[in-house]
């Protein structure tokens, strides 16, 4: 049971394109959609933490905390997509998951964490990954959207370590979740209103979408992941994150019509090995009997972007 809801969490943040670029291509922008999503997933996932009897409230200097964290995971989300405007949406996701590599070279380079070959080769793949979604030498894939993607996975890599190094405690994951859509509400509004792009849902059509976008990549995708860690760890739960991109990618080329190459497979599965190799470093490197470089996990999703 918890694989299978490891795989529902990372396959519903994948499904985030299909209810997003429609709102998009009615005019929408991405803050205003950004602002939707938060607003419907924080209450929806209030809802849930509430029937859960979670606790909710939290000391002050961990809230402010939070808040300020939430700014970074905002962003991120927000670069995610205005990426969509650049990418196929598989491309950009694909990008975006990343940031478990990021979160790595972040502990390594400010927390010092040892450097070791698991990690090199990581880097190299990454490397490679992005190159290949570029379409090589004579791709024409925009360099605006994968700047802007890789600063999104920037961005979701530094809120991660930032709540790392936090150590929030007094509240469950879910009640952090909520917090975070809470002030990334907050941040999302404010950006959509002082930018002249909030728009109110003008169709049930709309807020059908706007609605599935928050419960199911927010909301179900959060919950099923916590449950999932509960079940088998998280370790294992992030390296079935891997269904996330795939997910996306799925959705992109079947439903959207994008592009369906050599470059895109290729450029997908080198960053999943990519990132599959980071998850699973510790483990590798436990199973050849030498102790992780890596002390803190890099995690997954913690809140969604």
């Known amino acids: 049971m918890g694989f299978f809801l490891a795989l529902l969490s ?6 985030i394109p299909l209810f ?6 009615g005019g ?5 959609v950004l602002f939707y999503r938060f607003l419907f ?6 809802l849930i933490v509430v029937l859960r009897r979670e606790r909710l409230a939290v000391p002050l200097r961990e809230l402010a905390a939070l808040g300020l964290f ?7 989300a927000l670069l995610m997509f205005h990426g969509f405007h650049y990418l196929p949406s598989g491309v950009a996701a694909t990008l975006q998951f990343l940031y478990p590599l990021m979160v790595m070279l972040i502990m390594i380079f400010f927390f010092h964490e040892r450097f070791s070959l698991l990690t090199a080769s990581s880097v190299a793949l990454a490397i490679l990954g992005v190159f290949l979604l570029g379409g090589g030498e004579g791709g024409s894939v925009s360099l605006k959207g994968i700047l802007l993607l ?6 979701n890599a530094v809120y991660i370590c930032g709540l790392h190094v ?9 009640s952090i979740t909520f917090w975070v859509l809470f002030f990334g509400m907050i941040v999302s509004f404010l950006n959509a209103v002082l930018t002249g792009s909030f728009v109110g849902l ?3 059509n709309e807020a059908g979408l706007a609605v599935l976008l928050a419960v199911i990549t927010a909301a179900v995708s959060n919950l099923a992941l916590v449950l999932a860690i509960r079940r088998i760890g998280s370790t294992l739960a992030s390296i079935l994150g891997v269904m996330e991109p795939l997910t996306a990618v799925t959705v992109g080329i079947l439903v959207f019509h994008e592009p369906a190459n050599a470059a895109v497979f290729s450029g997908v599965a080198v960053i999943c090995a990519a990132v599959l190799l980071v998850l699973a470093g510790p483990m590798i490197q436990e199973r050849f009997g030498g102790r992780s470089s890596v002390r803190a996990e890099p995690g997954r999703r913690k809140g969604q972007s």
């Open 10 to 15: 990372s396959a519903a943040f994948g499904l």
């Open 20 to 25: 997003s670029l429609p709102l998009m291509q």
């Open 28 to 32: 929408m922008s991405a803050g205003c």
């Open 41 to 46: 997933g924080s209450l929806a996932l209030g």
């Open 70 to 76: 939430s700014i970074m995971y905002a962003l991120a």
């Open 150 to 155: 890789l600063v999104s996975a920037l961005c």
């Open 166 to 174: 936090a150590r929030i405690r007094s509240i469950s994951g879910l």
């Open 202 to 204: 003008h169709s049930w």
